[in-house]
């Protein structure tokens, strides 16, 4: 499996604000997503972060709210903009190496998360 | 849009007995199912995955079943332990081709009981 690690670990930050979350990964991987856990809830895929382009999100979530970057192979950032405190979440980056045929799935590994309280 | 329900929610078992949990999809196109055990705290962590091709897998304890046909797979738990006290979910992939996306279910909370 990748060692995946995100920063920061948690934040508690004021509502109106933004906060960008940092995931990096110690070898190149093909897939990367961002994944948001609301407490006690399942894992909700907010978008696939595509390397050198504009990422795609899933229904409910807008590049304005979520913007996300992917400058290479193995770094993504993801912004959550004007919080308020429905944003207040674990939010976890995935990632997939390829390590087989391209017609199979690959196994998905998730980073430690950012827990993210906003008052 | 794509769906999968997961069942029970919670789940307590005495240890040494078996847990089972079932999952359910709506996308006929899904081919590949990963199971994440999380516990508190903890990101989600892979415990056993199986592709369409096949119908069961086998990893010691852990056996995962997929009926294709009425689109359900689950999973099985032998010889349960305190350490496999967590919350369990599964996902299935968002359509047949390598988009790599998940669409998980609700989440099992089990609890292994000494």
């Known amino acids: 499996s990748a060692v995946i690690s995100q920063k920061p670990s948690r934040d508690i930050c004021q509502r109106g604000t933004s906060l960008t979350i940092q995931c990096q990964v110690d070898s190149q991987v093909t897939m990367m997503f961002w994944y948001r856990q609301q407490p006690g809830q399942s894992l909700t895929l907010i978008a696939t972060?595509?390397?050198?382009?504009?990422?795609?999100?899933e229904s409910g979530f807008v590049i304005d709210k979520f913007p996300i970057s992917r400058p290479n192979l193995t770094f993504s950032t993801l912004t959550v903009s004007n919080m308020s405190p429905e944003d207040s979440s674990i939010y976890l980056c995935s990632v997939v190496r390829l390590a087989g045929s391209l017609l199979t799935h690959n196994e998905q590994f998730f980073g430690p998360g950012t827990r993210l309280t906003v008052l | 849009g794509e769906n999968v329900e997961q069942h029970p929610s919670t789940l307590s078992v005495q240890e040494g007995d078996s847990a089972v949990i079932k999952c359910t999809y709506s996308d006929s196109a899904s081919n590949y199912f990963p199971w994440y055990k999380q516990e508190l705290g903890k990101r989600p962590q892979l415990i056993i995955d199986?592709?369409?091709?096949?119908g069961e897998k086998k990893d010691q304890r852990i056996a995962v079943t997929l009926n294709k046909t009425a689109k359900h797979f689950s999973l099985h738990i032998t010889e349960t332990q305190p350490e496999d006290s967590a919350v369990y979910f599964c996902a299935a992939s968002i359509g047949s081709s390598n988009t790599g996306k998940l669409i998980f279910g609700q989440g099992t909370t089990l609890q292994v009981k000494p």
């Open positions: 199986i592709r369409s091709n096949v």
């Open positions: 972060a595509n390397q050198g382009s504009e990422a795609t999100y």
